[in-house]
Nanobody, 116 residues
Framework: QVQLVESGGGLVQPGGSLTLSCAAS????????MNWYRQAPGEGREWVAG????????TYAESVKGRFTISRDNAKYMVYLQMTNLKIEDTAVYYC?????????WGQGTRVTVSS
């Protein structure tokens, strides 16, 4: 069955950096686009970044453009989110997800807290 396991979150000061990882299994990873979403406390889930199945195209929410970089390793079934110049408003639980997923499955997410 589908599994998405996010990791790499933590506490970081404003201006700091973190790299999140997502280990995927149970589906044809190399044929689907992948995305990162986040959910801040008391807010709905927000799309952050996406990458095509072959990694040739990436897209970003305006709020993270120029600061975050999404990448993937199809040999390892991994997706990454490199986050730099973190801001307090980046505080959220971060999730990876397949493009077009309709089964309602989400991983447990990884918590990122940006605080001084």
């Amino acid at each position: 069955q589908v599994q998405l396991v996010e990791s790499g979150g933590g506490l970081v000061q404003p201006g700091g950096s973190l790299t999140l990882s997502c280990a995927a299994s149970g589906f044809a990873f190399t044929t689907v686009g992948m995305n990162w979403y986040r959910q801040a406390p008391g807010e709905g889930r927000e799309w952050v970044a996406g990458i095509m199945n072959d990694g040739t195209m990436t897209t970003y929410a305006e709020s993270v453009k120029g600061r975050f970089t999404i990448s993937r390793d199809n040999a390892k079934y991994m997706v990454y989110l490199q986050m730099t110049n973190l801001k307090i408003e980046d505080t959220a639980v971060y999730y990876c997800q397949r493009t077009g997923a309709l089964d309602g499955y989400w991983g447990q997410g990884t918590r990122v807290t940006v605080s001084s």
